[in-house]
Structure formats: C-alpha cells, structure tokens
C-alpha cells in the first residue's frame, strides 16, 4: 500500500510555544488529508479535513486558530499546533487519501504518529 | 447515526483460538466497512475491509462477516497469534462522496495468550 510519513515522531516543547507537524503522502499524491487526534487507550478522533489548495475544514469543538492546517501540496500537509498547554499533549495522527490514483482510489492511508507532550 | 459501535471494549483469546470483535452502525449511507490494526505507539494500519454487496470476506486467518439487514459486521481472527496482541478499530465510511470521512468504533484491545 501507500506510504505516509509524519515528522517528527515525538516531539516535546514548553506551554505556550507552537509545534509544527509534518504530513507527507510519499508514493501518491493526496487529494485530500486528514488530521486526528488519539488520546491514551481511546479512539481515534477526526480534528480537520483538508483538501489542497483549500482551507481546512474543522470538525465541531475543534479551535481552527489553535491547530493550523495548511495543506499546500498534494504530498504535504502540516499541522500546527499553536500556544501548546499541557492538554493539548496527545498522539496526533495524519491520513491521505487519493481520489486520483487508480490503484488506491479513495482509500486512506495512515501515517505512523507524532506523540506530542507539553511540558 | 454517525455512531459505530464495538464490543468488546478488551479481549483475551489463548493461542490458536479464535477471536471475534463485534461491530454495529445505524447509518445506512455507511457503504464501506475497514478493519484497522494498531499497535502501540504506531499509527493504525489497513487489515481487512468490505462493501455490503458481500456478506464475508476472507483474507489469510482474518474474516470480516457483514449483516446488512442487522446492520452489523463483526472480525475473526483464526488461529490467533501472540503478534496478534494490538489494538482493532471498526470503521465506516460512505464510499461515492469526495467528502466521506471515517467513523471509527472505540477499539478493542485483543491479548493473545501463549
């Protein structure tokens, strides 16, 4: 299947500083991408839906000027995480999808997580 | 109705038997139905899907049976395996919309015993 690569895989920084986190699709262009947030032994939880060259559209209770989405290519996407608070430490999950490819049309592919912890 | 549904929430299967993870849904739109595996601290990975025009789907030791009038799919995993130990998300999604998303159900963290 398709790759999808996240950088960094953990990440620690102090409260109230911002973290960048990279979301690359590395075989396949994707047409859309998708940010998801897990916290200990729970579900996955779906933040923000990106499609590229378009602004990010935000699940419900999800602050769209805390976690920035820009999804400027159609192999990368970031996801950053502004004025970081202790709460806000999670494992953060990105997803791909093309639309375009015929041998994974319209499935998603995961990327590997970025464990974030706010200190 | 975006709701999908898993039990059981943990499970503990001795080597070489079977386990079953069971899931339900309520929304009818759903037409695409992903098992994903995941292990800690990874990201979750692809297992085994189904459409509902199908009522099982057999991939290797991992089955995914498909009840559309109960609305229900549930995942066997034949003769299972220490390395079998991970956490199982269920999923649904409506396949034919640009802007499906997938639903996940809340996990079942699957123990294999030797």
């Known amino acids: 299947g398709a790759v999808v690569s996240q950088h960094p895989s953990r990440v620690i920084c102090k409260s109230g500083t911002s973290v960048k986190i990279e979301c690359r699709s590395l075989d396949f262009q994707a047409t859309t991408m998708f940010w998801y947030r897990q916290f200990p032994k729970q579900s996955l939880m779906l933040m923000a839906t990106s499609n590229e060259g378009s602004k990010a559209t935000y699940e419900q209770g999800v602050e769209k000027d805390k976690f920035l989405i820009n999804h400027a290519s159609l192999t990368l996407s970031t996801l950053t995480v502004t004025s970081a608070h202790p709460e806000d430490s999670s494992f953060y999950i990105c997803?791909?999808?093309?639309?375009?490819?015929?041998?994974?049309?319209?499935?998603?592919?995961f990327g590997p997580g970025t464990r974030l912890t706010v200190l | 109705q975006q709701q999908v549904k898993q039990s059981p929430q943990s499970l503990i299967v001795q080597k070489g038997g079977i386990s079953i993870i069971n899931c339900a849904y309520e929304?009818?739109?759903?037409?695409?139905f992903p098992w994903y595996q995941q292990f800690p601290g990874k990201g979750p990975a692809l297992l085994i899907a189904i459409r509902p025009d199908v009522s099982e789907k057999k991939e290797g030791r991992f089955t995914i049976s498909f009840n559309k009038s109960a609305k229900q799919f549930s995942l066997h995993i034949m003769d299972s395996q220490p390395g079998d130990s991970a956490t199982y998300f269920c999923?649904?999604?409506?396949?034919?919309?640009?802007?499906?998303?997938?639903?996940f159900g809340s996990g079942t963290r699957l123990s294999i015993r030797p």
């Open positions: 999923a649904a999604r409506g396949v034919y919309s640009s802007a499906s998303k997938i639903i």
């Open positions: 997803s791909a999808r093309s639309l375009t490819s015929p041998s994974s049309y319209n499935e998603q592919f």
């Open positions: 929304n009818t739109a759903f037409d695409y």
